[in-house]
């Protein structure tokens, strides 16, 4: 009678001789993690920035309408603070949405930056990662092949 073949101690022997390295994982997970934080601290910083831009402008534009309130002696008086309010209100948010650009810009740039180094970071680690296996799976093929 013909014995059967078993399996379970086929596969074992083959999962084991192709072992999975769960550090390669824990890695990624490490640093995206970083990255993450990282890229966290640049968006909390530009919301904090553009925070301090939009109360700065809010509290300009309601001491300049301190004046405007202001009872004028003669009705051609108020048309002119009324255009000076307007002509001073443009100004000024000409140059808060400059400094709204600004933090755009350096939150595009320092974003640039992370994600180029986490990719750079990744090749690297990939391309070792890749080493590292083909060594396990050749280390594990001779094994194979001398029983």
């Known amino acids: 009678m013909a014995k059967t ?3 379970t101690a086929m596969m074992k022997d083959f999962m084991g001789a192709f072992p999975v390295d769960t550090k390669a994982m824990e890695d990624v997970f490490k640093n995206t ?3 993450n934080e990282k890229l966290s ?3 909390l910083d ?3 920035k553009s925070a301090e831009i939009s109360n700065k402008w809010t509290k300009e534009t309601l001491s300049k309408l301190g004046t ?6 003669d009705p051609a008086d108020y048309a002119k603070v009324a255009t000076d309010f307007a002509s001073a209100s443009a100004e000024v948010a000409a140059e808060n949405m400059a400094a709204f650009a600004e933090i755009a810009k350096k939150v595009q ?6 994600m180029m180094a986490a990719g750079k970071d990744a090749t690297e680690e990939a391309s070792a990662a890749v080493k590292k296996a083909t060594a396990d799976v050749t280390t594990a093929a001779k094994k194979a092949a001398a029983k």
């Open 5 to 7: 073949q078993d399996f």
């Open 41 to 43: 601290a640049v968006a």
């Open 68 to 73: 405007v309130s202001k009872v004028q002696e």
């Open 109 to 114: 740039m320092d974003t640039v930056e992370l």
């Open 46 to 48: 530009a919301a904090g």
């Open 33 to 35: 993690a970083a990255l």
